[in-house]
Every structure is written in structure tokens, then in C-alpha cells.
């Protein structure tokens, strides 16, 4: 397995060694002593979710302010452009965010620490996606950043999609950056 860190050193790419032939394919995709070395610490997973989205349909920016849950992302149908966005306010990295096209033909994942906002959007007629978190679902701490917010600046039309996403009601209410609660 192969992890690249991005622009946000936090945040970790990982690209998985592929055996393959014409009867399909074999792939490790988690595992633990490689997972806790490429970011640096030792890192236990409480849940797995899956998602099954059509295209256009764009999920995020969401977070738990308390309980905040890292997640290790990845996609088994379809494709997404897979979003993190430093909510850390000590960071010097605030406010910033990486983005990665993850696919269930690249077969890459994407690693988002506690304390980042995560989203995506589908780019696929349909996408299942696979997480990972650290903590459990905890509603009444999750909060949403909005998508679009301008001092983000997220280009979610880079790769081929050019239409106006389909928001749940939560996300269409999220907060600007500046308004919204935050990590330390």
C-alpha cells in the first residue's frame, strides 16, 4: 500500500497494490500496523458506514464538533471528488482543503483527521461509498459547513460535472466558515 500526503500533510492519500487477472481482482485495503505508520499514530476504528448517492448528489461539509470522528474513505461503485477541509483554528493550515477523485477503479482512499470537514460529490450516474470512523455517530454534536462558501473557494466542477448539486435540507442550511463552530 502506498500513502501520499497532500498539500495538508494530515491528510493521507493510499493507493493499494492490486493483483488482478481475468478472473478479477485482490486488493488489502485496511491494514492496521501500515494504516498507523503512514499517519503517524495509533488509530482504532468504532464503525463502518455505506452510502449509495446518484450523480450530482453532493454531501457535505460535515463534521462532529464533539466526538469528532476521523474516517477513512473510499468508494466501491462509481466515483466521487472526495473533499477535507482544516477546521483546526490552530492550524496553519485553517481553512484550507485538498481534494482527490476517489473511484472504484483507482481503488484509492483518503484519510480525514478529527477536526477536518469532510463532503463529497458524485460524479458517477451512481456511487457506493465506504468509511471508516473513530468515534461513533453522535447527531447532536454534527455540524455543516456549507459547500459553496466563498472564502473556501472548493472547485467541485473540476472534473466533469457542470450542473448544480442535489443538497440534503441539512447541507443547503450550513454555516459560512465564519460563522460556523470550529475546532480549537
Not at 474513505?73 to 462509481?78: A, L
Request: proline residues 4%; charged residues 25%; glycine residues 10%.
Amino acid at each position: 500500500m502506498k500513502a501520499t500526503r497532500t498539500a495538508i500533510p494530515d491528510v493521507v492519500v493510499f493507493e493499494p497494490k492490486v493483483w488482478g487477472d481475468s478472473r478479477g481482482f485482490f486488493f488489502e485495503s485496511y491494514t492496521k500496523r501500515v494504516f498507523d505508520e503512514a499517519v503517524g499514530r495509533d488509530v482504532s476504528f468504532m464503525q463502518d458506514n455505506h452510502s449509495r448517492s446518484v450523480r450530482g448528489v453532493l454531501r457535505g461539509l460535515h463534521y462532529q464538533i464533539r466526538s469528532p470522528q476521523g474516517k477513512l474513505v473510499r468508494v466501491t461503485e462509481g466515483a466521487v471528488y472526495d473533499v477535507a477541509v482544516d477546521l483546526r483554528r490552530s492550524s496553519p493550515t485553517f481553512g484550507r482543503w485538498v481534494g482527490e477523485v476517489l473511484s472504484a477503479e483507482n481503488k484509492k482512499q483518503l484519510w480525514v483527521p478529527e477536526g477536518f470537514g469532510h463532503g463529497f460529490l458524485v460524479l458517477s450516474e451512481s456511487a457506493e461509498f465506504l468509511y471508516k470512523t473513530t468515534d461513533y455517530y453522535a447527531p447532536e454534536h454534527e455540524r455543516c459547513v456549507m459547500w459553496n462558501d466563498p472564502q473556501l473557494g472548493i472547485d467541485w466542477l473540476a472534473h466533469g460535472f457542470d450542473g448544480e448539486p442535489a443538497l440534503s435540507a441539512k447541507d443547503g442550511k450550513g454555516l459560512l466558515l465564519k460563522d460556523a463552530e470550529v475546532f480549537a
